[in-house]
């Protein structure tokens, strides 16, 4: 499964309104992704800033 993670932000919280699963978590850093994500994609979809960002699975193919 692909890794997801939340860059640099303006902090308009729609992907933590659009996870379906809230496995996003805000915390003093930052926009935090935890195990719970699934991988649906729908917060990178919504970003209007394009934070979201995913990586392959490590050791996987990129």
């Known amino acids: 499964m692909a890794v997801v993670?939340?860059?640099?932000?303006?902090?308009?919280g729609a992907c933590l309104l659009t996870c379906p699963?809230?496995?996003?978590?805000?915390?003093?850093?930052?926009l935090r992704v935890t195990d719970r994500c699934t991988g649906c994609l729908e917060c990178l979809e919504i970003c209007p800033v394009d934070?979201?960002?995913?990586?392959?699975?490590?050791?996987?193919?990129?």
């Open 5 to 12: 993670t939340i860059g640099p932000c303006q902090g308009c």
């Open 21 to 30: 699963v809230h496995a996003i978590r805000p915390t003093p850093a930052g």
């Open 51 to 62: 934070a979201v960002r995913v990586d392959p699975e490590p050791g996987g193919e990129r």
